[in-house]
């Protein structure tokens, strides 16, 4: 599409808004002259919009009152936008319990493209390859999704009804502090009432989402993605593990992803806690980020960093001439 045919619908756009813009803001907007703004608003015009212009100082454009839009008009990066998105949002497993969802709203979208449009994304949808492997998705509600998308929004408390893995059914009251998706599933976290702890929950295992007049205050350092992957990293994990390291918060997030464990400011550093089920993992992965650090809990894990760092000294040994530098000294 030109860059004059997409202006003019830009121009188109911004009129939908509603009320009566000036000659000059849209210029702005735009970003042409006035003279160019009178003959895009000509253009709308001969095209049957009705585009009414007022005279005077403080003159402009408006379309006239009542006037109902067709439901659809995208520029061509726009619609290679949307249709990528819907594509990556089916591969990714963003679809609620409808699963061919996604796929009808390409559809729609099609069909009311140009037919040349729709033609060239039909040859980008058919030849496009990815890299990434689709998740099998667990779907959640779209009901419940919107429901606790609006509790969240307005902190207002809700009540859902919730069946855990043991298929244990269960009320729970819970402020919404967040929705996450992860791998392939919706997640919901927030203050469970009941546990007075902060939880998280599966939605394909709601039921049910009724809202109350309860309302709260999310806490000023509440990351929900950290809550919820950080704590399904977790679950089941023998070892609770507590470690300070020598670096600033901004670098330790930058090479930590969040699934490792949750990260907060320590006077000596930055203090990792996280969980793990072998040790010995967790010594290879502090020996590899290459900063200092100091473990705090557990003692086992000091034993494992010992060990890591005697199997490393006898590798750097292996094949070094006695007496030269090669062979470190025991410590």
Known sequence: MTRPTARVLALLELLQTGGQRT???L??????DERTVRRYAEH???????????????????????????????????????????????????ATTDPAATASALAKVSRVLPRALGARLAS?????????????????????L????????ARRTVVIAYTAWDGQA????????GLVFHAGRWYVTGHDHGRDDVRTFRLDRIASVEQ????????????ARTQVVSGIAAVGWSHQVSVVLRTGLTEARARLPRSVGRLSEHADGVLLETRAEHLDGMARLLA?????FEVLTPDALRDEVLALADRLRVSAARGAVPGTTAEPPRP
């Open 124 to 144: 980008l949808l058919s030849t496009a390859q990815f890299t990434a492997p689709v998740s099998p998705a667990a779907p959640a509600g779209a009901d419940t």
């Open 146 to 153: 919107l429901r606790l998308a609006s509790a969240a929004q």
């Open 170 to 177: 269960s009320q729970r009251e819970l402020d919404v502090y």
């Open 23 to 25: 000659v000059g803001e």
């Open 212 to 223: 109350r007049d309860g309302t709260y205050v999310v806490p000023d350092d509440f990351d």
């Open 288 to 292: 590899g980020l290459g900063w200092d």
């Open 27 to 32: 210029a702005d907007r735009l970003g042409v």
């Open 44 to 94: 709308l015009a001969d095209l049957g919009i009705p585009v009414q212009a007022q005279r005077g100082r403080y003159g402009g454009y408006r379309l006239a009152p009542g006037y109902k839009l067709p439901p659809l008009m995208l520029t061509d990066d726009e619609a290679v936008a949307v249709a990528l998105g819907l594509s990556a949002a089916e591969r990714a497993g963003l």
